[in-house]
């Protein structure tokens, strides 16, 4: 117990997870109050009688024999008939409680422990020496964690705002998502070579032939980013389907495709994409029929083939359905073959909160575009304390928390013109 109250008691959450896992109440007894349960208080000093007592003064030299000669005892107990009304405890068992028992979940329950941790300034939590990052927006906030074996959940609010698989190892790990991050920061993080070819992977090797030779046409790697982001957005805007066959048409003229040309095909019409649904939809019906007599196949690395290829459709209709940072988590796991001991719910919910966060990060990148500030890419890290600028870094770490609005307490910056008020504000 967490808070005693007759009313309205408060439960440790690890027990009351246990409980909720198990489908059972919990419904606490006062402290030396035994009638709060006498039917328990009523069982515990029967037994104390038929078994403990009656076994008093014999000898066992193992645990086994201890434990056989209390079954014996129990079933002579729950066996003997009842004083006032017929039948015995066995008996009214079998007839009356077995059958509304509820069956033993899928898996067994996983114990948990919580701790509380604040949210540092680089919008990671510490525990156990690994650090995981949350959504930026909850710095300084105090958050709950919890922790198992396999899985880290941070909630605020009792709200899920992060999930992470457990780090094990070296002290000072780093699980980083970018949708974590400020705006300014995920710029330079977000994509990289390896990135944009797993992205075209998943979509067909013509687009990973346009995407490499787009990074190859330029002297500094870096330079070839820019174009590869915008042929990810005409995937969003046309389907993951009309940008293949756009890239398949591409190279038929040119060994040195680019974004431009890819996008005139698809601006002309000219990828057939009526073709390719169809081709698709076909391929994925042969898919379908074959899965069940996978065992045809000619040894594991037609099998590999299959399963990637139904991952690859998977991903391509998150892709379409503007899913991406679902997409993203889901290609990811399926190259990691450690995530594969996660639970089905774990690695879902790894899934939907990578999606979550990157929608929120999205919406906020959004709202900060459409607005009115004079310093769009203002950020709280690139403010400079300089003595003879005389600002509190500690006042200005809790305002960023932005916890004065929900207060409904006004702010008001003063200082001499050019000190920079408007870029803090």
Known sequence: MVKASWFSPTINKTYHEMAEHYGTAVIPARVRKPKDKPNAEGAVGVISTWIIAALRNHKFFSLKELNEAIREKLEEFNSKPFQKKPGCRLSVFIEEEKNALLPLPATPYELAYWKTATVQFNYHITTDKMHYSVPYEYLKHEVDIRITRKIIKVFYNNLRIASHVRLYGIPGQYSTFPEHMPP??????????????????????????????????????????????????????????????????????????????????????????????????????????????????????????????????????????????????????????????????????????????????????????????????????????????????????????????????????????????????
């Not at 915008?230 to 040195?256: G, W």
């Open 184 to 425: 300014n920061q995920q710029n330079y993080v977000a994509w990289n070579s390896e990135r944009f070819i797993s992205w075209a992977e998943s979509i067909g090797i013509n687009t990973v032939t346009v995407v490499k030779s787009i990074l190859l046409s330029h002297k500094i790697e870096q330079q070839g980013y820019k174009s590869c982001v915008a042929l990810l957005k005409l995937a969003d805007k046309y389907s993951v389907i009309r940008v293949e066959e756009a890239c398949k048409k591409v190279l038929s003229y040119t060994p040195n495709p680019s974004y431009k040309s890819v996008q005139t095909i698809l601006l002309t019409g000219q990828d057939k994409i009526k073709q390719e649904k169809e081709d698709l939809k076909s391929k994925n019906e042969n898919l379908r029929t074959k899965m069940p007599h996978s065992m045809d196949l000619q040894g594991e690395q037609d099998i590999t083939e299959v399963r990637r290829m139904t991952n690859n459709t998977t991903v391509s209709k998150l892709y379409e359905m503007s899913l991406t940072g679902m997409a993203d988590s889901f290609r990811d796991q399926f190259k990691d073959t450690s995530i594969h001991e996660l639970s089905f719910e774990e690695r879902f919910g790894l899934i939907v909160d990578l999606e979550w966060s990157r929608r929120k990060s999205n919406r906020l990148i959004k709202l900060i575009k459409s607005s009115s500030f004079r310093f769009n890419n203002a950020s709280i890290e690139d403010i400079e304390y300089h003595a003879d600028r005389k600002l509190d870094k500690a006042l200005i770490t809790k305002l960023s928390t932005c916890n004065y609005i929900q207060e409904k307490h006004n702010v008001i910056i003063m200082g001499a013109s050019g000190n920079g008020k408007s870029y803090i504000g």
